[in-house]
């Protein structure tokens, strides 16, 4: 048998480790368990001062090395020390916390095998929780796949996530990662390795999953840095140390182009927009409207008597919307205030707004320049004049402008649909976490989104009463249908807005697919999103009737949902209601609270992966009417008891008529 010591393996898999322990196993098993065994596993441990040394004395695979420091030296010591040590003819970049797919290595392996000019493959990436639930996908990873893509894009930003790659040792050469660059170090050695003419190439499917959670080692290492800094000084080190070698091409000139981009880009967004803002809407604010929503404020605030404000960006159509009506409608004999400071793309809500309160509609009141301040003044000033008053707030800056001028018995309520902790976003929400102490309750309609906030305030060192201000309270849905027999053709159902993150775009696709292979299998239905050329599908643009929308939720079989994000979709909710039957990625708490036995929910948010196997299970469920109807019955059973309104209006009703004294 050889001797693992002496003998040299195919692939070294490069690990660092920095108080790994709660991942560090399951990071290990997936490296171990490959599909290809010729490699050697290097963790090097930068001085853990967890469980990660006990972790690594206990295995006993031949193929792994570790390497244990005392003293912590940062990632990029590490990641030198690992590049010069690694023994293998190719070496794998592998966090402790990740997951690696079963067939990573051997798929690289093979490609550079193939093509011996490549110095470096990479592949696309999904996000996990610290849960191991699916969070979507690395932000920059799919914005680039072909060689040439790759090449175009790195100078302006780094399009190559750093723990899926594998890099050819002999193209490495002596370039090693920058010990002065702090942050963007793997993007700086990538611009090094195509400034020397190397090619850079990926496999454009998920074969790596990176854990977000602020003990990373990537989110420890730029923890401090703003991306946009990191881009500068990435780009500034890798200039520098190209002209000392004396090269002058035309790449390099891209790569000082993106520098001067990116540079007049942090001028713009840290000095000019605000100027920008403010001139814009001097030049388009009706003058004629101002002084119309002038006298809108005057006369609600006469007339409001009671004590709870409600504040909203919109009143258009939309799962939020209906959520934040369902809320109010709880106190509609207090006839509460209700503001709405964002431009609405319809009045959807607007009549079942009104019915609940004193409606005020004035979005360019409170963003214009000359009139902004004194319009929160004005409403600030009547809520500091009612006793005990309740601030109730979603999806608006307003709700913790105005919070910090309100008077101390003031009970405000901030409800977030939905929230994914990111080490290097949730710039909003770091912000508003000054006031922390003055918010009695941040509500989440997601399980999934609360336990991603709690993880954003221990992050940031907020341990006091978490768990008496975070609480969870369901949606719920109005009026439940009977399970109805499987439609021929199947009816497969879209209803979302027609915004990017609903991804309206993927439900043609799998429409367009079903309907090429299987003709006259199904009947597609997409509503609230603009109309396009497509003879495949139903668009009856958006439906604002609730008795129509739950009349066509029964005509239907099946829901398709293609968010890439979501706290818990009303959409679903609103299908179970009438028996049909929810097929959805593992967005938000979806994974949490659909079961298969009423549901379909793909392995992955990634658009190719999420279709094939949406695809496939609506060719199974049309080949099964008897399990379809079963499922169908059980989604009903299920929304009825959920998404029950009368918990819902009670539990609201409660918390909002909480007296201040037991607050």
């Known amino acids: 048998m050889a001797d693992p010591a002496t003998t040299v393996p195919a692939v070294t898999v490069l690990m660092p480790a920095h108080n790994a322990a709660r991942h ?40 792994v090395r570790y390497v244990r420091h005392t003293r912590n030296r940062g990632l990029v010591a590490v990641l030198n020390e690992g590049l010069d040590q690694a023994k293998g003819r190719y070496i794998a970049r592998m966090d402790a916390d990740d997951v690696m797919m079963p067939t990573r290595l051997e798929e690289q392996t093979a490609l550079l095998d193939k093509d011996p000019g490549l110095a470096l493959v990479a592949t696309f990436v999904d996000l996990i929780g610290a849960d191991g639930n699916p969070l979507g996908q690395w932000n920059t990873d799919r914005a680039a796949s072909t060689e040439k893509e790759i090449r175009d894009l790195m100078p302006r930003t780094n399009c190559i996530a ?25 993007w700086d050695l990538w611009l090094r390795l195509l400034a020397r003419g190397h090619r850079i190439g990926k496999i454009p499917r998920p074969l790596l999953r990176y854990r977000v959670h602020p003990a990373s080692v990537m989110a420890a290492s730029k ?17 520098s140390g190209e002209w000392r070698r004396g090269r002058f091409d035309a790449f390099q000139l891209r790569v000082i182009a993106a520098q001067w981009r990116t540079r007049a880009g942090v ?41 709870h404000v409600f504040v909203f960006s919109y009143l258009n159509t939309g799962g939020a919307e209906q959520v934040h009506a369902d809320i109010m409608a709880t106190v509609a004999d207090r006839r509460p205030l209700i503001v709405i400071t964002g431009f609405s793309k319809d009045q959807g809500f607007a009549e079942g707004f009104a019915a609940c309160g004193h409606l005020l509609e004035i979005p360019r009141l409170l963003h214009h320049p000359f009139t902004a301040k004194a319009a929160q003044r004005r409403i600030v000033a009547a809520i500091n004049t009612k006793e005990a008053p309740v601030l109730f707030g979603s999806n608006t800056d307003h709700f913790f402008h105005w919070l910090p001028l309100l008077k101390p018995s003031t009970r405000a309520l901030q409800l977030i649909h939905a929230f994914l902790y990111q080490p290097q976003g949730n710039t909003k929400h770091k912000a508003w976490l000054a006031l922390y102490d003055r918010v009695e309750r941040y509500i989440f309609i997601s399980r999934q989104a609360r336990q991603d906030f709690r993880e954003l305030l221990r992050v940031n060192g907020i341990t006091r009463e978490v768990e008496n201000k975070l609480e969870f309270i369901p949606n719920a849905v109005h009026g439940f249908g009977t399970v109805t027999e499987v439609q021929r053709p199947l009816g497969v159902l879209f209803v979302g807005r027609d915004a990017p993150e609903k991804r309206p775009e993927l439900f043609l696709r799998l429409a367009e697919r079903l309907e090429r292979g299987h003709p006259g299998v199904f009947r597609f239905t997409a509503v609230g999103i603009s109309a396009r050329d497509r003879t495949t599908v139903d668009l009856p643009g958006t439906i604002t009737d609730p008795d129509r929308l739950r009349r066509l939720y029964a005509e239907h079989d099946l829901l398709v949902v293609t968010s890439s ?88 009703r409660a918390l909002l008529m909480m007296p201040a004294s037991s607050a």
Request: no cysteine.
């Open 223 to 239: 923890k401090h840095v703003p991306l946009a800094e990191r881009l500068l000084r990435a780009r500034r080190r890798y200039l």
């Open 565 to 652: 994000r979501e706290g818990f979709p009303l959409v679903i909710m609103e299908a179970m209601a009438q028996g049909t039957v929810p097929v959805t990625p593992p967005v938000g708490d979806v994974p949490n609270r659909l079961e298969p036995s009423f549901s379909v929910v793909t392995s992955s948010v990634e658009a190719e992966v999420m279709l094939a196997e949406m695809e496939q299970a609506l060719m199974a469920l049309a080949s099964d009417p008897v399990r379809l109807k079963e499922m169908k019955r059980r989604a009903l059973e299920r929304a009825r008891s959920e998404f029950d309104p009368e918990a819902f209006r009670a539990r609201y």
């Open 162 to 186: 750093h723990p899926s790659v594998m890099i050819r040792r002999s193209a490495l050469g002596d370039l090693r990662y920058a010990p002065d660059q702090t942050g963007a170090e793997d």
């Open 267 to 307: 001028v713009l967004h840290q000095v000019l927009p605000d100027l920008a803002r403010n001139i814009h809407r001097l030049l388009t604010y009706s003058p004629f409207k101002l002084l119309k929503e002038q006298h809108q404020l005057k006369q609600a605030l006469a007339n409001w008597q009671g004590r």
């Open 24 to 63: 560090l196993e399951e990071a290990l098993q997936s490296v171990l368990g490959q599909t290809f065994g010729d490699l050697e596993l290097l963790v090097i441990d930068d001085g853990s001062t967890d469980g990660t040394s006990a972790i690594m004395a206990r295995s006993t695979d031949p193929r």
